[in-house]
């Protein structure tokens, strides 16, 4: 995909039972946005089960994700795949969960670790603030190899639950001094678009966000109030997002 507005299009037209977007968030100006998309379709096996996983045997240095090493990582992993794409049959293990191929991958970033953010905008909103959040992550350096846009149906589990139709981002983001920053401006975009944050990867959200991402968080307390009076259960995200009301 060339850019931003070539993802979204393909993603509206794809027809196969699968699809995910992975983004090369070192590239700006034209390039925005550019990146490969995977389809994939049921087919029969046999395949081979899941060999032996390599690891990452220590925590790299933290010059491993410089801006400059992740460009060029990024540059070369974009290149893998031809301009006019390619087939093949591939084991489901190595399509839907690519990363369990490599244990300790967190490693990657180094003793720091990073942030993962991810949020879900409606498609109203999509092409209008994807492309503001991907300049703030790209101007920032702060971003990894690891970005990924999937198209969300209109499927949703309950209250509090995370999705809604249309578009989902998820980037990595190194722990730096920077990241802080960048996290605020990213939540606040999503806001903005009438979208939500993943609660359960997010470490950076303020409670007053809570009540315009999840319209029926006053229902969720009430329910939380009748099977747990004495406010037995409460985590540390609760505590934070204010989840539970104040007591």
Not at 45 to 69: C, D, E, H, T, Y
Not at 199 to 217: G, N, R
Request: with cysteine; glycine share 8%.
């Amino acid at each position: 995909m060339e850019d931003l507005d070539a993802f979204i299009e393909a993603f509206n037209q794809s027809r196969a039972d699968f699809s995910v977007g992975w983004l090369d968030l070192a590239a700006g100006g034209i390039h925005l946005g550019r990146g490969i998309l995977e389809e994939a379709n049921f087919s029969s096996g046999p395949f081979a089960p899941p060999a032996k996983r390599r690891a990452v045997p220590f925590n790299l240095p933290g010059f491993a994700m410089s801006r400059p090493l992740v460009k060029l990582f990024n540059w070369a992993y974009l290149r893998r795949v031809p301009a006019d794409g390619r087939d093949r049959e591939r084991p489901l293990h190595k399509f839907f969960f690519p990363l369990d191929g490599l244990a300790h991958w967190n490693r990657l970033y180094g003793k720091r670790g990073f942030h993962q953010f991810q949020c879900v905008l409606p498609d109203e909103s999509a092409s209008a603030i994807l492309p503001q959040m991907l300049e703030a992550v790209v101007a920032s350096g702060l971003a990894s190899p690891l970005c990924v846009l999937k198209r969300m149906g209109h499927g949703r589990a309950g209250m509090m639950s995370f999705p809604m139709e249309g578009f989902t981002l998820a980037v990595d983001i190194v722990n730096r001094p920077a990241a802080k920053a960048l996290l605020a401006k990213l939540n606040a975009l999503t806001k903005d678009g009438g979208g939500r944050v993943y609660l359960a990867k997010d470490s950076s959200l303020e409670a007053s966000y809570l009540p315009d991402f999840h319209p029926e968080l006053a229902a969720f307390r009430e329910q939380l109030g009748a099977v747990d009076p004495a406010r037995v259960f409460i985590t540390d995200l609760a505590e934070r997002l204010n989840i539970r009301g104040e007591a």
